[in-house]
């Protein structure tokens, strides 16, 4: 089973930029994808971004493209999101996800695995 444990969500002012890491253990990741979504209070959890362990290739939903940049390390089996230019609508809960095979679903219900979530704010 996956174990995965986000850090480096904070307080930051618009316009300001925070590095988001999630370590991963336990089993391969070759044959893996691994995403972030975020969860705003009242709404429902959205994709944020994803990348495919064995090809390095990602995806982004529109609002983060330009702004923020998913990538891995895989001697440290660690994800990370950079994100640039934060505007106060990027404030939620964000969350590293992994699911099997290389399908980079949006669908938040579809990726097995989850961390505990890290709190990301942004005041104007």
């Known amino acids: 089973q996956v174990q995965l444990v986000e850090s480096g969500g904070g307080l930051v002012q618009a316009g300001g930029s925070l590095r988001l890491s999630c370590a991963a253990s336990?089993?391969?990741?070759?044959?893996?994808?691994m995403g972030w979504f975020r969860q705003a209070p009242g709404k429902e959890r959205e994709f944020v971004a994803a990348?495919?362990?064995?090809?390095?290739?990602?995806s982004y939903t529109d609002s983060v493209k330009g702004r923020f940049t998913i990538s891995r390390d895989n001697a440290k089996n660690t994800m990370y999101l950079q994100m640039n230019n934060l505007k106060p609508e990027d404030t939620a809960v964000y969350y590293c996800?992994?699911?099997?095979?290389?399908?980079?679903?949006?669908?938040?219900?579809?990726?097995?695995?989850w961390g505990q979530g890290t709190q990301v704010t942004v005041s104007s």
């Open positions: 336990r089993g391969t990741f070759d044959s893996r994808t």
């Open positions: 990348v495919t362990w064995k090809t390095d290739s990602t």
């Open positions: 996800a992994s699911r099997p095979g290389f399908i980079q679903s949006r669908t938040w219900s579809t990726w097995r695995y």
